[in-house]
């Protein structure tokens, strides 16, 4: 039997379950932060870090705040970046596997990138520009060519998925002209990486971020409503098509702002919403979640990258090694019970 | 028939309502006052276009000429969370999502009276449990969605309707993929919200019969016109259910309630309906040959 | 016009193209050479001209092309058939980046081997990656429906990839190779690699071409298959090797190519209606021909290199792929 009070109980439980796992994740991240910032060729202890941070000026104070500072940071907030746009993708086009890097987006400005680096020998904030126009003006060709009536999610994500194969193929055609030491260059930001993660390099991501993010955080609250099909949506006082539409531009502008500054780092933006998915089993939009999810996977595949791995890999190697047996194992589960994230 | 007077305590009301699909016109210039704190229902053939007037009337499509106005003003112009805090909706198919359970579920009926912040409080915990047991289903709170049968997840769509707190419901074929038995649960709960709460239904059922049961007011539709409307005894003639459906029929009192019962007649008698009929005397104290 | 005459026409037409296209491909290149030049190269060994030189190189690459278009063509129509999916392609159902990850590992592990061992390497991993992709693709309720398949396919290949990536990014010196070999391309034919090939490509062709019934009735979908007396697992198998055999041989000649696999039999489809024994024959024909027009089209394009055809064909592909995908009914055939 359940009363009123009963249920109140049983929501605050899960709302509490929620903020736990989602407080547990942010003391994850800024560990993991914390140890980025001390671990390097030359290991700093945690008081050091702290004076540095708090403005004591030391020897070592370029290497914290002029190297690891913004390494760390735009782990972060790319990894945050990637799981917020990921997860968005995936509940509202309802499938697990429509992350951006799969329908084409990242695709879009990887293109475009690797073109600036072999033609142009673009390096920096150019090419950061460049690869969000090319992510941003790959999102809109995919969705004009995907607004044909009918089910948005199904089609956009083969339009999407034709729009990848077109644009690899693009790449690759670049990559096979170009001399050798232009490929490894463009090859390692097709991986993803952090080794450009500068200050300069970081500012178009930090201000692309919270100029952003707030909106996607605010129109999440009305996600829960547009799950339960346009029509109830419609009755329940939602504009869905105009939601979606506003909740997808975020999220492309997310991933193409992340992707700019540090290359497609290989299944964040897929994973991170799966992942948070499980960890707050009850919640359907699990965004918070998913966008610390996102940073705790970029933060840990590059620590991992730097300091345990035989070579220096980009980071984008790792999360593929970590990512390519998970998402094998989510796909066979996905089939098997039906199409959710 | 298409013009109906005017009713002062109607809210929602159709004026001059066409739709175009494709090209084609499926609805005539449409004008209809839903009775306020009666029970309406819509029938008509398959393609009558009864499913597009109920979408319009939702706001689920737009009409393409006339408006439809909610207390006098056009539904389309007023902010949607305002018009969902006083017209609430349950389409065919709605979806739930994998997993969600029945409270939560039926919670988000109470999203158009959240804040901008969606904060929740322990009113609206009140009246998602008084929706539940309304329905029948507060056992079932804690259960996942794709645990019910049929019967149980149409309650608990009802429920999530009724968690809107809405004065006009419209339902969209409320009884499709039911049982017999479930489909009258369906209906009886239906009419209780109306009877209790004085709330005004409209809503879609392709059963005749129980359309003529449970509704004060009848709208018949056939070619993308309103081709008959009043009560069940004024509109349920041999005479009209062969106009919207070309079915030939006798219409005899239902024997519990005493509304008029349709009882088709076999395909050989359809044949010599013409026949027939000048053979029996029409109307409803008729009996089949 | 009735169906016999439909099909007597298309014939004609077919063989007249592949013709065309195969003397186009010996005739231009980034050095055009003259009919009589071609004569004189085939007809007398000792001529040695730069003329004759390359007819003689394009000889066998016109052949590689006819062949590679051939498999994929009718790899493709039995992949679209037995999974019902008009989107089905081998290329994009991971073939492709589970051959290049095994050639990556090959080329990483053992230096540079023979070019008939890569194939063999090749062959493996296409093999590996697609019977993946077809386990992924079709488990679950509902079987395998054209979402999940492409979506199974692109994940595979971006795990692929990833692994790739991985082998190949500490490793400069196997990067010039793989970058080639990457791209689909024709150029590089061998004679000697015909040879290696053609048991596989005659097994596979034989298991696809003695699937013609089967697709016809799985067309009817599984449950009056199994009604009219298919027995549906066993039908499906015998397709999906002879599909994966010819996909994985073909990748392996002439390294990925996308998009023939799906082109050429909605051309058949187009021309000559939805029996699989018109579609199968005349998806091997379209396939030939548009990987051989496509090769000459990048020669002809951007002389006096030359476009790979893998990239050529994605071009013209990826296109078709999205235009089948806006159709209205893309949940089945």
């Not at chain 1, 890999?313 to 194992?329: E, K």
């Not at chain 2, 809210?11 to 210039?29: C, I, K, W, Y």
């Not at chain 2, 106005?69 to 609430?88: E, N």
């Not at chain 3, 990850?101 to 590996?128: E, Q, Y």
Request: proline share 5%; aromatic share 4%; net charge positive.
């Amino acid at each position: 039997m359940s009363s009123s009070a009963t249920l109140r109980l049983k929501r605050q439980q899960r709302q509490r379950r929620t903020r736990l796992v989602n407080a547990l994740l942010a003391l994850t991240v800024c560990s993991l932060a914390v140890l980025g910032l001390c671990l390097g060729v030359q290991s700093l202890a945690l008081d050091q870090v702290f004076n540095i941070l708090i403005g004591q000026s030391t020897e070592q104070s370029f290497v914290v705040t002029g190297l690891r500072l913004p390494r760390v940071l735009t782990a972060v907030v790319a990894g945050a970046a990637f799981g917020f746009a990921g997860v968005t993708f995936q509940v509202l086009l309802r499938n697990p596997l429509a992350s951006p890097d799969i329908i084409g987006i990242s695709a879009g400005a990887s293109a475009s990138a690797v073109a600036g680096i072999l033609l142009f020998g673009a390096t920096g904030l150019a090419l950061t520009g460049l690869a969000l126009m090319g992510g941003l003006a790959t999102a809109a060709v995919i969705f004009l060519l995907s607004q044909r009536g009918g089910t948005l999610g199904l089609r956009l994500i083969l339009v999407g998925i034709g729009c990848a194969a077109l644009l690899t193929a693009v790449t690759q055609w670049m990559l096979a002209r170009a001399n050798q030491w232009d490929v490894l260059a463009a090859l390692r930001w097709l991986t993803g990486s952090l080794n450009s993660a500068f200050w300069p390099a970081l500012w178009p991501l930090l201000s692309g971020f919270a100029l952003v993010a707030p909106f996607l955080l605010f129109a999440a609250r009305s996600v829960p409503v547009l799950q339960l099909g346009d029509d109830v949506a419609t009755g329940l006082g939602v504009r869905p098509r105009r939601l979606r539409a506003t909740l997808l531009i975020i999220a492309v502008l997310l991933i193409a702002v992340a992707t700019a500054t540090t290359g497609p780092i290989a299944f964040v933006a897929l994973l991170a919403g799966p992942i948070a998915s499980r960890l707050v089993r009850r919640e359907s939009f699990p965004l918070v979640t998913a966008g610390l999810t996102g940073a705790i996977i970029v933060l840990s595949a590059d620590l991992v990258s730097q300091h345990l791995a035989p070579v220096n890999y980009p980071v984008g190697v790792v999360t593929g090694l970590i990512g390519a047996p998970f998402l094998l194992f989510l796909l066979a589960r996905a089939h098997r019970q039906g199409i959710s994230i | 028939m298409n013009v109906i007077a005017p009713r002062s305590d109607s809210r929602l009301h159709a004026e001059q309502v066409s739709v175009n699909f494709d090209g084609h016109r499926v609805l005539h210039a449409v004008d209809l006052h839903l009775p306020a704190g009666e029970i309406s229902v819509f029938v008509g053939a398959n393609g009558s276009g009864k499913s597009t007037l109920f979408r319009a009337l939702a706001r689920l499509i737009a009409p393409h000429d006339g408006r439809v106005t909610l207390d006098g003003q056009s539904i389309s112009h007023l902010p949607t969370r305002q018009v969902a805090q006083t017209l609430a909706l349950l389409p065919q198919n709605p979806i739930a999502p994998d997993g969600i359970i029945v409270a939560d579920l039926v919670g988000r009926g109470r999203y158009p009276h959240l804040g901008a912040f969606g904060r929740w409080s322990h009113g609206d915990d009140d009246i998602v449990k008084a929706s539940l047991d309304a329905t029948g289903v507060a056992d079932l709170a804690q259960r996942r969605i794709e645990e019910l049968s049929g019967g149980q997840r149409q309650r608990v769509w009802l429920a999530m309707t009724l968690a809107q707190r809405a004065d006009i419901v419209l339902l969209d074929e409320p009884t499709t993929f039911l049982d017999v038995r479930h489909q009258i649960d369906t209906l009886e709960l239906i009419a209780e919200l109306n009877r209790d709460h004085g709330t005004t239904i409209g809503m879609v059922l392709h059963d005749l019969n129980l359309a003529s049961r449970y509704a004060d007011h009848l709208f018949a539709i056939a070619g993308g016109r309103i081709v008959a409307t009043g009560t069940p005894e004024e509109v349920i003639t041999p005479e009209t259910v062969k106009s919207v459906y070309d079915l030939e029929c006798i219409v005899v009192p239902d024997p519990v309630t005493g509304s008029p019962l349709v009882v088709p007649l076999q395909r050989q008698a359809q044949r010599d309906a013409h026949t027939i009929r000048q053979n029996i005397p029409p109307g409803r104290d008729a009996t089949l040959p | 016009m009735n169906r016999a005459r439909r099909f007597a026409v298309t014939l004609t037409l077919s063989v007249t193209a592949l013709a065309l296209t195969s003397v186009a491909s010996i005739v231009w290149g980034s050095r055009d050479v003259a009919i009589s030049e071609v004569i004189t190269a085939l007809t007398d060994p000792s001529a040695n001209g730069i003329a004759e030189a390359a007819v003689r190189e394009r000889i066998p690459r016109t052949i590689l092309g006819l062949l590679v278009g051939a498999a994929l063509g009718l790899s493709g129509a039995v992949m679209q058939g037995i999974t019902r999916n008009p989107l089905a392609d081998p290329g994009l159902s991971g073939v492709n980046a589970g051959a290049a990850f095994a050639v990556v590992s090959a080329l990483a592990l053992a230096g540079t081997p023979a070019p008939g061992t890569l194939m063999w390497v090749a062959l493996a991993g296409a093999t590996l990656a697609a019977i993946v992709t077809a386990v992924l693709g079709s488990a679950g309720p509902g079987g395998a429906s054209p979402l999940k398949l492409a979506l199974a396919g692109a994940a595979v290949s971006a795990v692929c990839a990833s692994l790739t990536n991985a082998v190949l990014l500490p490793r400069v010196d196997i990067m010039t190779e793989y970058r080639f070999w990457q791209i689909g391309s024709i150029g590089g034919a061998d004679v000697h690699l015909f040879a290696a090939a053609a048991p596989f490509l005659i097994v596979g062709g034989v298991f696809a071409l003695s699937s013609m019934r089967a697709l016809n009735t799985l067309a009817l979908g599984d449950e009056l298959a199994t009604g009219v007396g298919l027995h549906v697992p066993r039908a499906r198998l015998v397709g999906a090797t002879g599909a994966v055999m010819l996909a994985g041989t073909a990748t392996a000649l002439a390294g990925p190519i996308v998009f023939v696999g799906l082109v050429a039999p909605h051309v058949a489809r187009l021309l000559l209606g939805s029996d699989y024994r018109w579609i199968l024959p005349a998806s091997v024909g379209f396939g030939a021909i548009l990987v051989v027009a496509a090769d000459v089209l990048g020669r002809i394009l951007s002389r006096p290199s030359e476009i790979e055809v893998g990239i050529t064909l994605c071009l013209i592909g990826a296109p078709i792929f999205i235009a089948i995908a806006r159709r209205n009914r893309i949940a089945q055939l």
